[in-house]
């Protein structure tokens, strides 16, 4: 039973950012409700990867030690990259855990989904658990007093509500006052997950080339299309992602806006045409396949409103290029978690929207940069560079990776901004 003394915390969206936000602010005299629209039935078969800025929360500052055992993820040893004849011309060992002090892990969404929900919901963690209610759809929000309003016209209180709603998130619009539609990337991906068992025996050849008991990611390019491939569940799963430019597919990319809509095996096969032979076998054996327009946002103008701020996909939704969307998340929620730490009792509304508006300064400029590179790494080599984005991808890949949390974040910047004042 709530008691009216605690800080009463409402989450919309039972994603990965709602429940990685749930397991960092769980603590004494709390009392933590996800509110999620679906039956949390079904999650997308699709594999996720989490890189080492996120892998470093989860294992070492939020203490999930069991993560790898106990979720069915697998630790990727690295890139291998294939040519249009279908040979392998480069293979980029992964040194994350010793480069970055924590390990790039690949999922199958619905493991890592699964495994966050326990730990925010079980009786083993810090405080309360989480209470996850499913089929419950908030339409809006008052963002001052911290009034949800669900779609059948229930309304909860809380102290503080923090938006995982998703890319087509309805808490943006009552933080912003207006609403902000995902825009079109040009690009679209096909989304394939087969047993592995299945390709040994009908895609020999696919099998014999790429090894898909083995824990590398595996990329084959032409025409601006991409093959991205990798093992998922001890490998028992094998998942593809086809990158295309909307224009180089045969698909009307308008139908695809949901994560639910299907590709046609024939269209998806005219696309890949180019491709090696041994790579259509695999297309030629999909049961079933995904088809998603990838869509982003452009940084928004603020992420918080007095007791409410956006999280995850809701505030800075990405393309996939740095495989980075879900690690932001993390990365979102350690901030909030750890910023609201000394907060046991219940806050007032200044106390919330102090802490918030903290949230967003430590969070923003990076979210916004990877969300920017990520739009930039989805460019033809042609196109690329025309914007502001000027590091190389090694670069970039060291800012992604050696974040470490937002204090860190905080201190370096102050260190930053002091010696300008001293500068000047
Ligand atoms: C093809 C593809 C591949 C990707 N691969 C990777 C990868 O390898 N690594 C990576 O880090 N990221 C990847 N991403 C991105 C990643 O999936 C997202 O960044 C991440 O899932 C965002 O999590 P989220 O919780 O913010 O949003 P979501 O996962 O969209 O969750 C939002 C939740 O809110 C619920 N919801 C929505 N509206 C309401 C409402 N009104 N009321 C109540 N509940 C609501 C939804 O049902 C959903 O459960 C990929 C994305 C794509 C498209």
Same mark, same amino acid.
Request: hydrophobic share 30%.
């Given at each position: 039973m709530a008691s009216l003394m605690q800080f009463q915390i409402i989450i919309v969206g039972g994603g990965i950012a709602g429940l990685a936000a749930a397991i960092a602010l769980r603590k004494d005299n709390? +009392?933590?409700?996800?509110?999620?629209q679906s039956s949390l039935s079904t999650e997308i078969g699709a594999t996720i990867s989490l890189q080492p800025n996120a892998t470093r929360i989860l294992q070492q500052s939020w203490g999930l030690n069991n993560l790898l055992e106990e979720s069915n993820g697998t630790v990727d040893h690295g890139f291998r990259i294939y040519n249009t004849d279908g040979n392998m011309v480069n293979e980029i060992p992964l040194r994350s855990k010793r480069q970055y002090g924590a390990d790039r892990i690949?999922?199958?969404? +619905?493991?890592?989904?699964?495994?966050?929900?326990?730990?925010?919901?079980n009786t083993n963690g810090e405080g309360q658990p989480a209470t996850l209610r499913t089929s419950a759809r908030v339409s809006c929000c008052d963002c +001052?007093? &911290?009034?949800?309003?669900?779609?059948? &016209?229930?309304v909860l209180d809380a102290d503080l509500v923090i938006g995982a709603d998703g890319i087509h998130s309805s808490l943006r619009t009552s933080v912003l006052g207006k609403m902000i539609k995902p825009k079109p990337t040009g690009s679209s991906a096909y989304r394939l997950m087969l047993p592995t068992a299945l390709l040994n025996e009908s895609a020999p050849r696919f099998a014999a080339n790429i090894?898909?008991?083995?824990p590398y990611t595996s990329m084959v390019m032409a025409h601006s299309c991409r093959l991205i491939m990798g093992p998922a569940r001890d490998a028992q799963l094998y998942s593809v992602v086809g990158l295309v430019p909307d224009d180089r597919m045969n698909e009307d990319p308008d139908s695809a806006q949901s994560w639910v809509t299907r590709g046609d095996p024939q269209k998806m096969l005219e696309?890949?045409?180019?491709f090696p032979a041994w790579t259509q076998d695999v297309l030629r054996n999909a049961e079933s396949i995904g088809l998603w327009q990838l869509r982003d946002i452009d940084p928004l103008e603020t992420w918080h409103s007095g007791r409410v701020i956006l999280i995850g996909d809701a505030a800075h939704a990405m393309l996939p290029t740095q495989g980075q969307g879900a690690s932001q998340t993390i990365e979102d929620a350690e901030a909030l978690g750890t910023l609201f730490g000394h907060i046991s009792e219940r806050p007032s509304q200044d106390e919330v929207s102090s802490v918030l508006a903290h949230v967003f300064r430590g969070r923003y400029e990076r979210a916004s940069l990877i969300q920017q590179f990520s739009r930039e790494a989805a460019k033809p080599a042609t196109e690329q560079g025309i914007n502001v984005i000027r590091m190389r991808p090694d670069e970039f890949m060291d800012y992604n990776c050696t974040y470490r949390g937002v204090r860190d974040w905080d201190e370096k910047h102050a260190t930053v901004a002091l010696t300008l004042v001293l500068n000047e």
């Open positions: 709390r +009392q933590i409700t996800i509110l999620e690949m999922w199958h969404r +619905q493991d890592l989904h699964a495994y966050l929900r326990k730990i925010a919901t +001052q007093e &911290g009034k949800v309003t669900l779609e059948d &016209g229930e090894k898909p008991e083995e696309t890949f045409k180019d």
